[in-house]
């Protein structure tokens, strides 16, 4: 199994930016992707983007699209999100997952490990 270990996150203005970093470790990368989901108080988990390490699944949720851009460090077996153009509606807790390579990958279930959650708050 996949384990990740999330860091960033906090507090910024509207219009700022934010980099979440989210380093894996395990022994079969080659046959997981990578995500981040979001949770806002009272709302379910958001899916906002899914990488491969192989590259051969890349996707975005249209609410993020132009703002928010997932990379990855292979070497590093790390993934990042930049998050950019901050709004205020993008608050709440930010997760990394890794779970086995599916067509599914906008979902929760789809995932079997989890970070411990990051507190992102952006300000009006």
């Known amino acids: 199994q996949v384990q990740v270990v999330e860091s960033g996150g906090g507090l910024v203005q509207a219009g700022g930016s934010l980099k979440l970093s989210c380093a894996a470790s395990?022994?079969?990368?080659?046959?997981?992707?990578m995500a981040w989901f979001r949770q806002a108080p009272g709302k379910e988990r958001e899916w906002i983007s899914t990488?491969?390490?192989?590259?051969?699944?890349?996707a975005s949720a249209d609410s993020v699209k132009g703002r928010f851009t997932l990379s990855r460090d292979n070497a590093a077996a790390t993934v990042y999100l930049q998050m950019n153009s901050l709004k205020p509606e993008d608050t709440g807790v930010y997760y990394c997952?890794?779970?086995?390579?599916?067509?599914?990958?906008?979902?929760?279930?789809?995932?079997?490990?989890w970070g411990q959650g990051l507190q992102v708050t952006v300000s009006s």
């Open positions: 997952a890794a779970g086995v390579k599916t067509l599914r990958y906008k979902m929760p279930w789809a995932y079997d490990s």
């Open positions: 990488t491969s390490w192989s590259g051969d699944v890349e």
């Open positions: 395990g022994r079969t990368l080659r046959s997981y992707i």
